[in-house]
């Protein structure tokens, strides 16, 4: 007899679908840290302030709209 067997089966469900959700997060998790990671060595700041517009505003609305577009991605 496993240790396994002596739980209940909500205990059991609960772990299954702890594992579940962990395992289709790891995917995502590795793509953004290796995209984070790229962006970190090649984009330079310096490169990053001449693409944005240069007034302040222009600056936040463009800000605003990245924001809002990555839960899209």
Known sequence: M???QQLP???LQ???I???IIIEALPFVLIG???SGLIEVYITP???YHFLPRNRWGRIFFWDLC????PLL
Not at 67 to 70: G, N, T, V
């Open 67 to 70: 924001w809002d577009s990555f």
């Open 18 to 20: 702890f594992l579940s």
């Open 46 to 48: 310096d490169k990053v």
């Open 2 to 4: 496993t240790a396994f």
């Open 14 to 16: 609960t772990g299954a």
């Open 33 to 35: 840290s290796i995209v």
């Open 9 to 11: 089966s909500s205990v």
